[in-house]
């Protein structure tokens, strides 16, 4: 009965169940978790999911291996200033529920800042404080609520994530089974009458029950738990009849061959489970495919500084930094590997890693972690190991960041998927039911056919394998996104704006002119060494033109975003940027972009930029013409304005003297009236990216990376976001014609199924090549939509 199932738990009650707050629960442990959750405010746990939970198998001691340091460690992803981020795998992570309670940690404890669930991967990341909290008592804590962590030393002491070969064995197990069956059905199939098989024919049939049974109980048992969890939250996932099928053959086969109606359906049981797990390889080796290639051939299109042996400085691609490097990292630069700091006083912004954006003083000699962003002047650091792309990629992907905005065809794919089950169900019902009245030697086979042929698997795997090889295709054209959400709301975009400088404009071809009273040589290199701190596009190329002075290190050094530079050293100080900023009244020059100079608070003079725009513009702006409204935001003066003007091929809206609050203010006002593009440089840019509803940043031979944008674009490839934009609504495409293509499939199956004309066999291995076909129509469409972007590309060039 229901009311002696335990509440938390959902196992039976013995005479020994405990009784509380009106609740029946199986023992003390999963009282307790009860009681802990309704103390914290956590009932929640329990609507969205009954009886979700698990028996606590609690030990006081187990964990006592985690007060050594050393070990603590080891398991430790970052530890820095009492904070610490820990990743950890628990197997009883299963539903909806799991994921809510664990991502409210915070509620059992304050000490917790933030938890993410990977679901996929059964593991949770948790970063803590320390001053109130250590790992064992979070490891305790979990275990306390029925989710004990699996902590596997020689595990994190390799650094190697274990490998599931439950699939091959499975696979291997239903391969076996099968061949066997088929074998022993020979007889039956040809109707052979030899005397010896005759006598046998029971033998053999016993010998095909006995190979089907590990096959339901072991190589088909996910498919009957995720019908079960499916059905116990009240959810018709797409396993409920694929399970009810495997039944429904398996007990109709019994009964053949135990009452000697005949052989059953065992090699159609047997073939089913093979073909589907058949199925299942394909697609796991496939999304590894796709993870391979994105995480370790489509690397960042962003650059670090390195320094040579000679002093030198050199920009390398972000992968190819080694153990032992020498790097510059400089003010809102993301730190790509775990290092120790050499020269320079870092003020370390970890927000990207922990979610905590208070900055961390460091000194010579210390260490710092991956992902780190620096505050401040530049520093000098040496590599600890070499980049992991795949570790980079998981920290963008960090909820922090993340928009949780639900996409469309996500949406609609997890609607047909329940749909579907619901009307697959009920077609079901209604053809067995007719067949038992009009032909009940064929009501079973139609009921199981009907099961089998019509699954939504391959509406549900057109998605994300469509947008997942697209992703590959991306990255390998110069554009990495975060995910694939952000390529379906490319596909939606009806509005880009494009930042001015450092986006449109160049930083490798500028003309520079210097006007003004001439610098002392000690000027030259406090102006020189200033500039090194800064990634503003204009600080950059000022930077690169000027000769080689001694670079000195800075007292202080302040940036103020839109404004300007201040450097300070050995009782010297330099201002770099607007008039306004550096305390000069001179008349500004509208016509053309300036920066301007003052030592000691006395104003030196000014460089003069002309800018130099990127080749191509004139052919993206009218290629974008037809696919969106376009924008121009600046935060220089309209002094460009007439050269952008003579440069367009048609005149486009543009708003200049924009601070970074006025560009988010512009993004929102827009968002009124549509999905809007933001396309800047990442750091003056970084509110406005984070607004919009896709934030593209612009990199070129710097690493001024914004957390918060949804793609990052090479600088040299900016004249292709038009074909990339295209590419994306080709994807939709292919999507609805996936949907389709699957949809024509179910339908002439389920007239074959319900008129009796498709035995199950054949229905179990049309199945999962239906699921086949699929993925191979998506990856053919999309790598032939990638190769007419490589001839377009190629004729353009």
Not at 250 to 271: A, K, Q, Y
Not at 718 to 726: C, M
Request: glycine share 6%; hydrophobic share 40%.
């Amino acid at each position: 009965m229901e009311s002696s199932k335990c509440y938390h738990c959902g196992d039976s009650c013995s005479n020994t169940a405990v009784h509380f707050d009106e609740k029946i629960f199986c023992c003390q442990g999963c009282k307790m978790v009860y009681e802990i959750f309704s103390a914290n405010g956590l009932e929640y746990y329990y609507d969205l999911e009954a009886a979700a939970g698990t028996t606590p198998d609690f030990k006081p001691h187990k964990f006592d291996y985690l007060d050594n340091p050393e070990i603590v460690n080891r398991l430790l992803e970052f530890n820095e200033e009492g904070m610490q981020v820990v990743n950890l795998h628990i197997p009883h992570i299963h539903c909806s529920s799991c994921i809510w309670v664990l991502e409210n940690l915070n509620r059992l404890h304050p000490a917790v800042k933030s938890s993410q669930v990977d679901f996929p991967q059964k593991r949770i990341r948790v970063c803590f404080t320390t001053s109130e909290y250590t790992l064992k008592e979070l490891v305790v804590l979990l275990s306390r609520i029925g989710y004990e962590p699996t902590i596997s030393l020689d595990d994190y002491g390799k650094k190697k994530a274990k490998v599931d070969r439950s699939l091959i064995y499975k696979l291997g197990v239903a391969g076996f089974a099968f061949g066997n069956v088929m074998l022993l059905s020979f007889p039956e199939y040809f109707e052979v009458e030899e005397f010896w098989l005759e006598q046998y024919k029971v033998v053999f049939r016993w010998l095909m029950f006995a190979f089907s049974l590990p096959v339901v109980l072991y190589a088909a048992q996910d498919y009957f738990i995720s019908a079960y969890k499916g059905l116990r939250s009240k959810l018709l996932n797409i396993d409920v009849p694929i399970a009810l099928g495997v039944l429904a053959l398996f007990f109709r086969s019994t009964v053949d061959i135990v009452f000697d109606f005949g052989s059953g359906f065992f090699d159609s049981l047997t073939g089913l489970i093979f073909f589907l797990l058949v199925g299942k390889f394909f697609q796991q080796k496939t999304y590894a495919f796709l993870s391979f290639e994105r995480d370790y051939k489509s690397y960042f299109p962003i650059a670090v500084t390195r320094l040579r042996d000679s002093g030198q400085e050199e920009n390398i691609e972000i992968y190819k930094v080694k153990s032992g490097d020498r790097l510059i990292i400089r003010n809102q630069e993301i730190i790509p590997v775990d290092c120790m700091l050499l020269k320079g006083n870092a003020e370390i912004d970890y927000s990207f890693v922990t979610g905590e954006s208070q900055a961390i003083a460091k000194q010579p000699g210390d260490n710092l972690f991956a992902g780190g962003k620096q505050l401040g002047g530049v520093v000098e650091v040496e590599a600890m190991k070499s980049v992991s792309q795949s570790y980079l990629t998981q920290l963008w992907g960090n909820s922090v960041f993340s928009k949780n905005k639900a996409t469309g065809f996500q949406t609609i794919t997890d609607a047909i998927g329940r749909r579907f089950t619901l009307a697959v169900l009920s077609i079901a019902v209604i053809a067995a039911s007719f067949w038992l009245w009009y032909d009940p030697t064929k009501a079973a086979n139609v009921f199981t056919a009907v099961l089998i042929i019509a699954c939504p698997c391959a509406i549900a795997l057109a998605a994300p394998f469509t947008l997942g090889n697209m992703m590959r295709i991306f990255g390998k054209y110069g554009c990495y996104l975060k995910d694939t959400n952000v390529l379906e709301r490319m596909a939606k975009i009806g509005t880009v704006v494009f930042d001015k400088t450092g986006t449109l404009t160049t930083s490798n071809e500028r003309s520079i002119t210097y006007e003004g009273m001439e610098l002392y040589p000690e000027e030259a290199a406090l102006l020189k060494t200033t500039l090194r701190g800064s990634n503003h596009p204009l600080s950059r190329s000022l930077y690169q033109i000027l000769q080689e002075n001694h670079i000195q290190t800075l007292d202080e050094f302040t940036e103020e975003l839109g404004k300007g530079l201040e450097g300070k050293a050995n009782d010297q100080s330099i201002r770099i940027g607007s008039a306004e900023y550096v305390g000069t009244e001179q008349q500004q020059d509208f016509s053309e972009t300036s920066v301007h100079i003052s030592t000691n608070n006395t104003y030196k003079g000014r460089f003069a930029f002309r800018n130099n725009y990127r080749k191509g513009l004139p052919h993206l702006f009218e290629t974008l013409k037809t696919k969106a409204s376009l924008y121009i935001l600046s935060g220089d003066n309209d002094g460009e304005r007439e050269a952008l003007n003579q440069l367009l091929p048609f005149e486009v809206q543009m708003y200049f003297n924009q601070k970074p609050e006025d560009k988010l203010e512009f993004i929102e006002k827009l968002q009124e009236y549509g999905k809007v593009m933001m396309v800047g440089d990442g750091l003056n840019d970084a509110g406005a990216l984070a607004q919009s509803d896709v934030g593209v940043a612009v990199a070129e031979n710097v690493n001024v990376f914004s957390p918060a944008c949804d793609a990052i674009l090479d600088g040299k490839v900016i004249t292709r976001l038009s074909r990339f934009l295209e590419l994306a609504k080709r994807s939709m495409g292919i999507i609805k014609w996936s949907f389709l293509l699957s949809l024509c499939y179910n339908l002439i199956g389920l007239y074959f199924a319900v008129t009796g004309q498709l035995e199950p066999v054949i229905a179990a291995i049309l199945m999962p090549l239906s699921s086949i076909s699929i993925v191979a129509f998506t990856t053919v469409a999309t790598n032939l939509v990638a190769r007419r972007l490589t001839q377009t590309i190629q004729n353009e060039s």
